[in-house]
C-alpha cells in the first residue's frame, strides 16, 4: 500500500508556470504506474498525465499536450507535473493516483489517491 501526498498548488496567471509534485510514503512508488487527474468544478475527474514504472513512457490528454511534462524520480518517491503556459481551463484540483501493472488512462483502474492540490490560473 502507498500513501500520496500532493504540493505545489497555487494562484498563478495565464501564461505562467507551475510545478506539482507528489510524494509517496509505505511502499516505494517505483513500484507504481503513476497518474494526474484533474477535476474543474462541477466537473467529472479527467486524465491528465500518466509515466510508467520505470519513467520511460508517458502520456497525456490532448488538451495538455506540448505544455506538461510528468516526470518521476524513483529514489526521492517523488512523481512531478511541470505545467507550463497555462490557461484559465487548466484550473482545477489536481490529484496524484498509482496503479499496479500498466499504463492506463481510465482513473477507475488507480487504486491509490492523494487528497488532491488547488490549482487557480486568472485570465
Known amino acids: 500500500q502507498v500513501q500520496l501526498v500532493e504540493s505545489g498548488g497555487g494562484v498563478v496567471q495565464a501564461g505562467d508556470s507551475l510545478t506539482l509534485s507528489c510524494t509517496a510514503s509505505g511502499r516505494t512508488s517505483s513500484s507504481y504506474t503513476m497518474g494526474w487527474f484533474r477535476q474543474a468544478a462541477g466537473k467529472e475527474r479527467d486524465f491528465v498525465a500518466a509515466i510508467s514504472r520505470s519513467g520511460y513512457s508517458t502520456y497525456y490528454a490532448d488538451s495538455v499536450k506540448g505544455r506538461f511534462t510528468i516526470s518521476r524520480a524513483n529514489a526521492k518517491n517523488t512523481v512531478y507535473l511541470q505545467m507550463n503556459n497555462l490557461k484559465s481551463e487548466d484550473t482545477a484540483v489536481y490529484y496524484c493516483?498509482?496503479?499496479?501493472?500498466?499504463?492506463?488512462?481510465?482513473?477507475?483502474?488507480?487504486?491509490?489517491w492523494g487528497q488532491g492540490t488547488q490549482v487557480t490560473v486568472s485570465s
Open positions: 493516483a498509482a496503479k499496479d501493472g500498466p499504463v492506463v488512462t481510465d482513473s477507475r483502474f488507480y487504486d491509490y
